[in-house]
């Protein structure tokens, strides 16, 4: 029971407030008044916009490095990825519900969103 209610702290209407995540996605979590089925379709939506501004700034990055660079990016974004997979994995809790959902759903929009603006961050000291 505890980690189910630890999961419902962190679920999406405290990521509506995070910077980077669009306007689209706080006027969607706003007009989903907490239904749990109208906050995933907000997530998934950002979810595939947080995940091509990760692509975007990945490329941008890897154009500005020299090859040896790109083989050290290329094996650390593979780690995120299977890090990021195997740790949002463990938020959706068979027996958690549909918290437990939205709480891995979150996870992997939250861990998408922070790996786009540590890219872009990383493009900008290059």
Known sequence: MLIV????????PVAAADKDMSKEYSTCIDKSNGVTSEI????????????ARLNENYKKLMSKLSPKRKEQ???AQ???VKFRDANCRFYYDPEGGSAAH??????????????ATEL???TQDE
Do not use: P, Y
């Open 5 to 12: 209610f630890g999961l419902l702290v962190n679920v999406a």
């Open 40 to 51: 995933l379709d907000c997530i998934s939506a950002e979810h595939e916009r947080q995940d």
């Open 73 to 75: 990016l290329l094996e």
């Open 78 to 80: 593979r780690a995120w």
């Open 102 to 115: 939205l709480a891995g759903t979150d996870c992997m929009l939250q861990a998408t969103a922070d790996r």
């Open 120 to 122: 872009k961050d990383l």
